[in-house]
Protein backbone atom coordinates (compact mmCIF):
# COMPACT_ATOMS: atom_id res chain seq x y z
CA UNK A 1 0.00 0.00 0.00
CA UNK A 2 1.32 3.37 -0.73
CA UNK A 3 1.94 5.88 1.38
CA UNK A 4 -1.29 7.89 2.60
CA UNK A 5 -0.80 11.94 2.94
CA UNK A 6 -2.42 14.05 5.21
CA UNK A 7 -3.90 16.10 2.16
CA UNK A 8 -5.97 12.54 1.73
CA UNK A 9 -8.21 14.72 4.43
CA UNK A 10 -8.71 17.82 2.88
CA UNK A 11 -12.04 18.84 1.85
CA UNK A 12 -11.06 20.13 -1.54
CA UNK A 13 -10.01 16.81 -3.99
CA UNK A 14 -6.20 17.43 -4.52
CA UNK A 15 -6.04 17.94 -8.75
CA UNK A 16 -3.23 15.23 -10.64
CA UNK A 17 -2.97 17.27 -13.57
CA UNK A 18 -1.42 15.48 -17.09
CA UNK A 19 0.17 18.04 -18.42
CA UNK A 20 1.31 17.24 -22.10
CA UNK A 21 1.06 18.07 -25.90
CA UNK A 22 -1.45 15.09 -27.52
CA UNK A 23 0.15 11.54 -28.57
CA UNK A 24 2.21 11.60 -25.65
CA UNK A 25 0.46 8.82 -23.75
CA UNK A 26 -2.00 11.27 -21.39
CA UNK A 27 -4.80 8.91 -22.43
CA UNK A 28 -3.25 5.73 -21.37
CA UNK A 29 -2.10 7.86 -18.30
CA UNK A 30 -5.94 8.36 -17.56
CA UNK A 31 -6.54 4.89 -17.58
CA UNK A 32 -4.09 3.93 -15.55
CA UNK A 33 -5.14 6.69 -12.52
CA UNK A 34 -8.21 5.25 -13.34
CA UNK A 35 -6.87 1.89 -11.62
CA UNK A 36 -7.01 3.24 -7.93
CA UNK A 37 -10.68 4.41 -6.96
CA UNK A 38 -9.83 7.48 -5.06
CA UNK A 39 -9.26 9.32 -8.23
CA UNK A 40 -12.06 10.83 -9.68
CA UNK A 41 -12.96 11.90 -13.30
CA UNK A 42 -15.07 10.52 -15.98
CA UNK A 43 -13.81 7.08 -17.20
CA UNK A 44 -15.52 7.56 -20.61
CA UNK A 45 -12.59 7.25 -23.50
CA UNK A 46 -10.48 9.42 -24.33
CA UNK A 47 -11.04 10.81 -20.79
CA UNK A 48 -11.52 14.45 -21.91
CA UNK A 49 -14.21 15.73 -19.92
CA UNK A 50 -12.11 18.44 -18.58
CA UNK A 51 -14.31 19.84 -15.47
CA UNK A 52 -10.96 21.64 -13.69
CA UNK A 53 -10.11 23.59 -17.19
CA UNK A 54 -13.75 24.51 -17.77
CA UNK A 55 -14.40 26.47 -13.99
CA UNK A 56 -10.75 27.74 -14.09
CA UNK A 57 -11.36 29.16 -17.74
CA UNK A 58 -14.83 30.67 -16.18
CA UNK A 59 -12.97 32.46 -13.46
CA UNK A 60 -10.92 33.68 -15.69
CA UNK A 61 -14.20 35.28 -17.67
CA UNK A 62 -15.58 36.40 -14.60
CA UNK A 63 -13.04 37.88 -13.18
CA UNK A 64 -11.43 39.29 -16.23
CA UNK A 65 -12.27 42.67 -18.44
CA UNK A 66 -15.52 43.25 -18.96
CA UNK A 67 -17.51 44.72 -22.05
CA UNK A 68 -17.65 41.20 -23.94
CA UNK A 69 -17.49 40.45 -27.34
CA UNK A 70 -19.26 37.03 -27.07
CA UNK A 71 -21.91 38.02 -24.38
CA UNK A 72 -24.46 40.80 -24.49
CA UNK A 73 -27.38 41.46 -22.06
CA UNK A 74 -29.49 40.61 -23.79
CA UNK A 75 -28.17 37.07 -24.64
CA UNK A 76 -27.59 37.30 -20.62
CA UNK A 77 -31.40 37.23 -19.76
CA UNK A 78 -32.14 35.06 -22.61
CA UNK A 79 -32.86 31.71 -20.86
CA UNK A 80 -32.00 29.84 -23.52
CA UNK A 81 -29.44 31.57 -25.38
CA UNK A 82 -26.54 29.34 -24.24
CA UNK A 83 -23.54 31.64 -25.38
CA UNK A 84 -21.11 32.70 -22.76
CA UNK A 85 -18.04 34.81 -22.32
CA UNK A 86 -16.54 37.70 -20.10
CA UNK A 87 -18.87 39.72 -18.21
CA UNK A 88 -20.73 41.98 -20.40
CA UNK A 89 -20.38 45.28 -19.05
CA UNK A 90 -17.58 47.21 -17.78
CA UNK A 91 -15.82 46.43 -15.10
CA UNK A 92 -12.92 49.01 -14.72
CA UNK A 93 -13.73 51.13 -11.52
CA UNK A 94 -15.85 53.59 -11.50
CA UNK A 95 -15.29 57.49 -11.90
CA UNK A 96 -15.17 58.03 -8.43
CA UNK A 97 -12.60 55.35 -7.77
CA UNK A 98 -14.99 52.93 -5.91
CA UNK A 99 -13.95 49.37 -6.89
CA UNK A 100 -16.40 46.75 -8.54
CA UNK A 101 -18.37 44.35 -6.63
CA UNK A 102 -17.09 40.87 -8.09
CA UNK A 103 -14.75 37.96 -6.32
CA UNK A 104 -10.88 37.70 -7.92
CA UNK A 105 -10.37 34.81 -10.21
CA UNK A 106 -8.74 33.47 -7.28
CA UNK A 107 -12.08 33.28 -5.35
CA UNK A 108 -14.31 32.08 -7.97
CA UNK A 109 -12.31 29.52 -8.88
CA UNK A 110 -11.53 28.07 -4.65
CA UNK A 111 -15.97 28.36 -4.42
CA UNK A 112 -16.58 26.52 -7.60
CA UNK A 113 -13.63 23.70 -6.78
CA UNK A 114 -15.52 23.44 -3.07
CA UNK A 115 -18.42 22.91 -4.70
CA UNK A 116 -17.42 20.16 -7.44
CA UNK A 117 -15.61 18.27 -4.88
CA UNK A 118 -18.11 18.38 -2.41
CA UNK A 119 -20.26 16.85 -5.02
CA UNK A 120 -18.23 14.41 -6.04
CA UNK A 121 -17.36 12.94 -2.84
CA UNK A 122 -21.35 12.75 -2.36
CA UNK A 123 -21.43 10.24 -4.90
CA UNK A 124 -17.65 8.65 -4.70
CA UNK A 125 -17.13 8.77 -0.98
CA UNK A 126 -13.47 7.41 -1.56
CA UNK A 127 -12.83 9.98 -3.71
CA UNK A 128 -9.58 12.32 -2.26
CA UNK A 129 -8.15 12.97 -5.76
CA UNK A 130 -9.06 14.37 -9.29
CA UNK A 131 -6.77 14.05 -12.41
CA UNK A 132 -7.04 15.71 -16.13
CA UNK A 133 -5.76 15.92 -18.99
CA UNK A 134 -4.57 19.89 -18.74
CA UNK A 135 -3.25 22.91 -20.47
CA UNK A 136 -0.62 24.45 -19.87
CA UNK A 137 -1.32 27.52 -18.56
CA UNK A 138 -3.91 25.47 -15.65
CA UNK A 139 -0.95 24.34 -13.12
CA UNK A 140 0.13 27.67 -12.56
CA UNK A 141 -3.71 28.97 -11.56
CA UNK A 142 -4.13 26.10 -9.83
CA UNK A 143 -1.04 26.37 -7.69
CA UNK A 144 -2.09 29.67 -6.19
CA UNK A 145 -5.56 28.79 -4.68
CA UNK A 146 -4.41 24.86 -3.41
CA UNK A 147 -2.04 21.60 -3.75
CA UNK A 148 -1.63 19.72 -7.01
CA UNK A 149 0.29 17.09 -8.59
CA UNK A 150 1.55 17.76 -12.06
CA UNK A 151 3.04 15.30 -14.32
CA UNK A 152 4.69 16.29 -17.60
CA UNK A 153 4.67 13.67 -20.39
CA UNK A 154 6.98 14.45 -23.03
CA UNK A 155 8.04 12.44 -26.34
CA UNK A 156 10.29 12.55 -29.11
CA UNK A 157 8.83 14.85 -30.91
CA UNK A 158 9.40 13.64 -34.20
CA UNK A 159 7.49 10.63 -33.27
CA UNK A 160 4.63 13.08 -31.55
CA UNK A 161 4.33 14.56 -35.52
CA UNK A 162 4.04 11.48 -37.12
CA UNK A 163 1.67 9.62 -34.79
CA UNK A 164 -1.06 12.70 -34.38
CA UNK A 165 -0.69 12.66 -38.45
CA UNK A 166 -1.48 8.95 -38.41
CA UNK A 167 -4.47 9.97 -35.87
CA UNK A 168 -5.73 12.67 -37.99
CA UNK A 169 -5.77 10.52 -40.94
CA UNK A 170 -8.27 8.36 -39.63
CA UNK A 171 -10.73 10.99 -37.90
CA UNK A 172 -11.38 13.90 -36.44
CA UNK A 173 -8.04 15.16 -34.27
CA UNK A 174 -8.48 18.71 -32.51
CA UNK A 175 -6.25 20.95 -31.70
CA UNK A 176 -3.18 18.76 -34.45
CA UNK A 177 -3.33 21.87 -37.14
CA UNK A 178 -3.61 18.60 -39.17
CA UNK A 179 -6.79 19.21 -41.04
CA UNK A 180 -7.43 18.47 -44.68
CA UNK A 181 -5.35 20.70 -46.76
CA UNK A 182 -2.89 21.78 -44.58
CA UNK A 183 0.88 21.70 -45.89
CA UNK A 184 3.31 19.42 -43.96
CA UNK A 185 5.46 22.80 -43.10
CA UNK A 186 1.68 24.08 -41.45
CA UNK A 187 1.48 21.16 -39.59
CA UNK A 188 4.89 20.96 -38.16
CA UNK A 189 5.09 24.29 -37.27
CA UNK A 190 2.33 23.82 -35.29
CA UNK A 191 3.25 20.63 -33.47
CA UNK A 192 6.75 22.30 -32.86
CA UNK A 193 4.57 25.32 -31.42
CA UNK A 194 2.80 23.42 -29.03
CA UNK A 195 5.62 21.42 -28.27
CA UNK A 196 7.58 24.54 -27.33
CA UNK A 197 5.10 25.90 -25.44
CA UNK A 198 4.59 22.40 -22.67
CA UNK A 199 8.17 22.74 -23.14
CA UNK A 200 8.70 25.82 -21.26
CA UNK A 201 6.57 25.74 -18.97
CA UNK A 202 7.74 21.85 -17.78
CA UNK A 203 11.33 23.44 -17.78
CA UNK A 204 10.05 26.10 -15.33
CA UNK A 205 8.77 22.95 -13.46
CA UNK A 206 12.10 21.66 -12.50
CA UNK A 207 12.60 23.02 -9.25
CA UNK A 208 9.43 21.95 -7.38
CA UNK A 209 8.40 19.17 -5.14
CA UNK A 210 4.81 19.08 -6.93
CA UNK A 211 5.62 17.83 -10.48
CA UNK A 212 7.40 14.85 -11.98
CA UNK A 213 8.61 13.94 -15.33
CA UNK A 214 7.17 10.84 -17.92
CA UNK A 215 8.92 9.96 -20.76
CA UNK A 216 6.97 8.45 -22.99
CA UNK A 217 9.84 5.48 -24.20
CA UNK A 218 10.42 4.95 -20.37
CA UNK A 219 6.90 4.35 -20.15
CA UNK A 220 6.49 1.62 -22.98
CA UNK A 221 10.07 0.17 -22.25
CA UNK A 222 9.83 -0.26 -18.72
CA UNK A 223 6.59 0.02 -17.60
CA UNK A 224 6.45 -1.37 -14.17
CA UNK A 225 9.11 1.00 -13.44
CA UNK A 226 7.86 4.27 -14.26
CA UNK A 227 4.36 2.73 -12.47
CA UNK A 228 6.21 2.72 -8.97
CA UNK A 229 7.48 6.32 -9.81
CA UNK A 230 4.09 6.91 -10.35
CA UNK A 231 2.65 5.14 -7.17
CA UNK A 232 5.64 7.23 -5.02
CA UNK A 233 4.72 10.61 -6.70
CA UNK A 234 0.96 10.93 -6.11
CA UNK A 235 0.71 8.19 -3.29
CA UNK A 236 -1.51 6.13 -5.04
CA UNK A 237 -1.73 2.24 -5.56
CA UNK A 238 -2.13 2.23 -9.91
CA UNK A 239 -1.52 -0.94 -11.39
CA UNK A 240 -1.11 -0.95 -15.05
CA UNK A 241 -2.75 -4.06 -16.73
CA UNK A 242 -5.19 -5.09 -18.86
CA UNK A 243 -7.27 -1.63 -18.71
CA UNK A 244 -4.23 0.47 -20.04
CA UNK A 245 -3.38 -1.89 -22.33
CA UNK A 246 -6.51 -1.57 -23.86
CA UNK A 247 -6.06 1.91 -24.18
CA UNK A 248 -3.09 1.37 -25.91
CA UNK A 249 -4.21 -0.86 -28.14
CA UNK A 250 -8.04 1.28 -28.97
CA UNK A 251 -5.90 4.74 -29.17
CA UNK A 252 -2.15 3.63 -30.92
CA UNK A 253 -1.26 4.87 -34.69
CA UNK A 254 1.29 1.93 -35.09
CA UNK A 255 1.16 -1.74 -35.13
CA UNK A 256 2.40 -2.05 -31.13
CA UNK A 257 3.49 -0.09 -28.17
CA UNK A 258 6.85 -1.05 -29.38
CA UNK A 259 7.03 -0.08 -32.78
CA UNK A 260 5.81 3.56 -31.18
CA UNK A 261 8.66 4.21 -29.91
CA UNK A 262 11.15 5.81 -32.60
CA UNK A 263 9.10 5.46 -35.52
CA UNK A 264 10.41 8.70 -36.91
CA UNK A 265 13.52 6.20 -38.24
CA UNK A 266 11.84 4.05 -40.68
CA UNK A 267 8.03 5.90 -41.36
CA UNK A 268 8.06 8.30 -44.50
CA UNK A 269 8.96 11.78 -42.97
CA UNK A 270 9.87 14.66 -45.58
CA UNK A 271 12.64 16.61 -44.87
CA UNK A 272 11.73 19.91 -44.83
CA UNK A 273 8.86 19.24 -41.82
CA UNK A 274 12.09 16.78 -39.58
CA UNK A 275 14.60 20.05 -39.80
CA UNK A 276 12.18 22.41 -38.58
CA UNK A 277 11.00 20.52 -35.53
CA UNK A 278 14.54 19.38 -35.10
CA UNK A 279 15.65 22.85 -35.32
CA UNK A 280 12.98 24.96 -33.16
CA UNK A 281 13.42 21.86 -30.54
CA UNK A 282 16.80 21.35 -30.48
CA UNK A 283 17.59 21.69 -26.51
CA UNK A 284 14.51 19.85 -25.57
CA UNK A 285 15.75 16.96 -27.56
CA UNK A 286 19.04 17.07 -25.54
CA UNK A 287 17.97 17.78 -22.57
CA UNK A 288 14.94 14.64 -23.16
CA UNK A 289 17.64 12.76 -23.75
CA UNK A 290 16.80 12.07 -27.69
CA UNK A 291 18.74 11.33 -30.47
CA UNK A 292 20.03 14.24 -32.37
CA UNK A 293 22.12 15.07 -35.70
CA UNK A 294 25.53 16.85 -34.66
CA UNK A 295 24.49 18.91 -38.27
CA UNK A 296 21.50 20.16 -36.79
CA UNK A 297 21.28 24.12 -36.07
CA UNK A 298 19.25 25.11 -33.23
CA UNK A 299 17.18 27.76 -34.14
CA UNK A 300 18.20 31.37 -33.60
CA UNK A 301 16.44 33.26 -30.26
CA UNK A 302 16.70 37.05 -30.35
CA UNK A 303 16.15 38.33 -27.14
CA UNK A 304 15.44 42.35 -26.90
CA UNK A 305 17.80 44.39 -24.87
CA UNK A 306 18.81 47.48 -23.10
CA UNK A 307 20.37 48.32 -26.32
CA UNK A 308 17.58 48.36 -28.29
CA UNK A 309 15.23 51.01 -29.23
CA UNK A 310 12.17 50.84 -27.30
CA UNK A 311 9.42 53.95 -26.17
CA UNK A 312 8.98 55.76 -23.53
CA UNK A 313 6.09 53.70 -22.26
CA UNK A 314 8.57 51.47 -20.79
CA UNK A 315 11.98 49.55 -20.25
CA UNK A 316 13.74 46.63 -21.29
CA UNK A 317 16.82 45.12 -19.08
CA UNK A 318 18.81 42.12 -19.80
CA UNK A 319 18.15 39.13 -17.44
CA UNK A 320 20.19 35.70 -16.84
CA UNK A 321 17.42 33.98 -18.87
CA UNK A 322 16.20 36.46 -21.67
CA UNK A 323 14.94 40.31 -20.65
CA UNK A 324 12.98 42.11 -18.03
CA UNK A 325 10.11 44.08 -19.37
CA UNK A 326 8.96 46.88 -17.29
CA UNK A 327 5.53 48.71 -18.64
CA UNK A 328 4.29 52.13 -16.82
CA UNK A 329 2.09 52.92 -20.32
CA UNK A 330 -0.83 52.14 -22.61
CA UNK A 331 1.99 51.27 -25.66
CA UNK A 332 5.12 49.82 -24.89
CA UNK A 333 7.42 48.55 -27.83
CA UNK A 334 11.17 47.63 -28.77
CA UNK A 335 12.50 47.89 -32.23
CA UNK A 336 14.19 44.48 -33.26
CA UNK A 337 17.22 44.39 -35.23
CA UNK A 338 17.08 41.53 -38.63
CA UNK A 339 19.66 40.63 -40.73
CA UNK A 340 17.87 41.55 -44.09
CA UNK A 341 15.79 39.41 -44.84
CA UNK A 342 13.14 38.76 -47.34
CA UNK A 343 9.64 38.83 -46.04
CA UNK A 344 8.69 35.50 -48.21
CA UNK A 345 11.33 33.54 -46.18
CA UNK A 346 9.41 33.80 -43.09
CA UNK A 347 6.46 32.55 -42.37
CA UNK A 348 6.27 32.84 -38.67
CA UNK A 349 6.98 34.86 -35.96
CA UNK A 350 6.95 33.28 -32.04
CA UNK A 351 7.67 35.45 -29.02
CA UNK A 352 7.99 33.52 -25.34
CA UNK A 353 6.97 35.61 -22.42
CA UNK A 354 4.85 36.21 -19.56
CA UNK A 355 3.55 39.29 -17.92
CA UNK A 356 1.75 40.69 -15.42
CA UNK A 357 -0.48 43.28 -17.46
CA UNK A 358 -1.73 44.02 -21.13
CA UNK A 359 -4.60 42.49 -22.84
CA UNK A 360 -2.67 41.90 -26.78
CA UNK A 361 1.14 42.08 -28.58
CA UNK A 362 1.52 42.85 -32.02
CA UNK A 363 3.93 43.18 -34.56
CA UNK A 364 4.87 46.11 -36.92
CA UNK A 365 7.24 46.18 -39.86
CA UNK A 366 7.98 48.87 -42.14
CA UNK A 367 6.11 50.45 -45.12
CA UNK A 368 8.55 51.18 -48.68
CA UNK A 369 9.42 54.56 -46.54
CA UNK A 370 10.72 52.86 -43.16
CA UNK A 371 7.03 54.21 -41.48
CA UNK A 372 5.28 52.14 -39.56
CA UNK A 373 1.29 52.30 -39.69
CA UNK A 374 -1.91 50.05 -38.94
CA UNK A 375 -1.49 48.91 -42.66
CA UNK A 376 1.65 46.66 -42.02
CA UNK A 377 0.83 45.41 -38.50
CA UNK A 378 -0.67 41.93 -36.86
CA UNK A 379 -2.33 42.03 -32.72
CA UNK A 380 -3.06 38.77 -30.97
CA UNK A 381 -4.51 38.57 -27.56
CA UNK A 382 -2.68 38.33 -24.59
CA UNK A 383 -3.81 37.86 -20.97
CA UNK A 384 -1.55 38.02 -18.05
CA UNK A 385 -0.26 34.90 -16.37
CA UNK A 386 2.71 33.71 -14.17
CA UNK A 387 3.14 30.71 -17.06
CA UNK A 388 5.26 31.02 -20.17
CA UNK A 389 3.17 31.65 -23.43
CA UNK A 390 4.65 31.53 -26.93
CA UNK A 391 2.67 34.25 -28.98
CA UNK A 392 2.29 33.48 -32.77
CA UNK A 393 2.38 35.58 -35.31
CA UNK A 394 1.58 34.30 -38.83
CA UNK A 395 2.89 36.87 -40.71
CA UNK A 396 2.84 35.00 -44.09
CA UNK A 397 -1.09 35.18 -44.48
CA UNK A 398 -1.14 39.42 -44.13
CA UNK A 399 -0.91 40.53 -47.84
CA UNK A 400 1.51 43.38 -47.16
CA UNK A 401 4.15 40.80 -45.70
CA UNK A 402 6.32 41.41 -48.40
CA UNK A 403 10.09 43.26 -49.31
CA UNK A 404 13.43 42.80 -47.78
CA UNK A 405 13.08 43.27 -43.88
CA UNK A 406 16.05 44.64 -41.64
CA UNK A 407 14.05 45.53 -38.50
CA UNK A 408 10.75 44.65 -36.93
CA UNK A 409 8.83 46.36 -34.23
CA UNK A 410 7.16 44.36 -31.38
CA UNK A 411 4.39 46.23 -28.94
CA UNK A 412 4.67 43.84 -26.05
CA UNK A 413 1.67 43.98 -22.96
CA UNK A 414 -0.30 46.36 -24.61
CA UNK A 415 -3.49 47.78 -24.02
CA UNK A 416 -3.43 48.71 -20.21
CA UNK A 417 -3.93 51.65 -18.04
CA UNK A 418 -2.02 49.62 -15.23
CA UNK A 419 1.61 49.70 -14.91
CA UNK A 420 3.51 46.24 -15.03
CA UNK A 421 6.10 43.93 -15.71
CA UNK A 422 7.01 41.33 -18.09
CA UNK A 423 9.74 38.65 -19.20
CA UNK A 424 10.86 37.83 -22.58
CA UNK A 425 12.73 34.22 -23.17
CA UNK A 426 13.30 34.82 -26.69
CA UNK A 427 12.21 36.09 -30.17
CA UNK A 428 12.24 33.65 -33.31
CA UNK A 429 11.85 33.76 -36.45
CA UNK A 430 10.27 30.71 -38.41
CA UNK A 431 10.99 29.98 -41.42
CA UNK A 432 8.46 29.09 -44.70
Not at 101 to 114: A, C, D, F, Y
Not at 144 to 155: A, N, S
Not at 408 to 424: A, C, H, I, M, Y
Request: charged fraction near 25%; hydrophobic fraction near 40%.
Amino acid sequence: MAEDRSDDHCDLLVPILVAGYGRVGSTALMALLGTDERVAFDRRYPFENRYLTYVAKLSLLAAGPGGSPHLDAVQLHDFTDDHFGAMPWLTGPAKDGMPVVRPSTGEWLSGLWRTFSASVRRSHPHATRYAEKAPFWLAAIVRELMPCRVIHLVRDPRDVFLSARAFARVGPALGFGMEAGTSEMDQARHTAHGLLTFAENEAADRERGDRCLVRYEDWAEHPDAVVRQLNRFVALDLSAGDAVDRIFDSHATSADLGASVGRWRHEPFSREPRMLIERHLARQLVDYGYEIAPDVRPAEAIVPGPEMRCSSDGSVTSTATGALVQVWGEDFWVELPLEPTPADAIAELWICLRGTTGNHCSVYWPRADGAYDETHSIHVPFRPGSHWQIVRFRVDRHPLWQGVLSHLRLDLFNGTTTPGTGEVRWVRIVES
